[in-house]
């Protein structure tokens, strides 16, 4: 199976709020300019901008309908170990690979993807010195068809906060 298939990305959520603030914006602009032609009687309706402020209000609706859904898997989620399967650093990225055993499913494997190129090092070292072959990770939706998973591994500025693989 695909490592991605079963990786959660929390800042697909923060993606979703700033769209749906972005959306809300451009709504209040379409009213605005709505109420401008109907009160300057700029000789017609202002039938187009209320379907902009429709079309977006949907929009800003579905983004925080999904920045809440991604929140609310994530305080939902089980906090659990993973089994360390590798970590590389391909441009500029550090991917860390996981295997963890979901309860009615079966084992799955999924990835997370940190910013810094010495970080696959850092965390290497750190289990090496700690003798530890198990992450802490979360466990997203796993009562459903498709459960996803996330490690818990905590960055500041590309340097591996050591504290964060405490299990």
């Known amino acids: 199976m695909s490592n991605k298939l079963h990786s959660f990305e929390p800042r697909v959520g923060k993606a979703q709020?700033?769209?749906?603030?972005?959306?809300?914006?451009?709504?209040?602009?379409?009213?605005?300019?709505?109420?401008?032609?109907?009160?300057?009687?700029?000789?017609?309706?202002?039938?187009?901008?209320?379907?902009?402020?429709?079309?977006?209000?949907?929009?800003a609706l579905k983004?925080?309908?999904?920045?809440?859904?991604?929140?609310?898997?994530?305080?939902?989620?089980?906090?659990?170990?993973?089994?360390?399967?590798?970590c590389e650093s391909v441009r500029g990225i550090t991917i860390v690979r996981a295997r963890t055993e979901v309860e009615g499913y079966g084992p799955?494997?999924?990835e997370q993807r940190l910013a810094g190129v010495r970080l696959a090092d850092e965390i290497k070292r750190v289990l090496a010195e700690r003798k530890q072959d198990k992450l802490p990770c979360l466990l997203i939706d796993a009562h459903s068809r498709h459960p996803?998973?996330?490690?818990?591994?905590?960055?500041?500025?590309?340097?591996?906060?050591?504290?964060?693989?405490?299990l």
């Open 108 to 110: 799955i494997e999924f």
């Open 148 to 166: 996803r998973a996330m490690l818990t591994i905590a960055t500041d500025h590309g340097r591996l906060k050591p504290e964060s693989l405490n």
């Open 17 to 59: 709020l700033f769209f749906g603030v972005c959306y809300s914006l451009i709504v209040i602009i379409s009213l605005v300019l709505a109420l401008y032609v109907k009160l300057n009687d700029l000789g017609g309706e202002p039938y187009m901008q209320y379907f902009m402020a429709a079309l977006f209000g949907l929009l």
């Open 63 to 86: 983004s925080f309908y999904l920045y809440r859904r991604v929140q609310r898997l994530i305080t939902e989620g089980v906090r659990t170990q993973a089994d360390f399967v590798s």
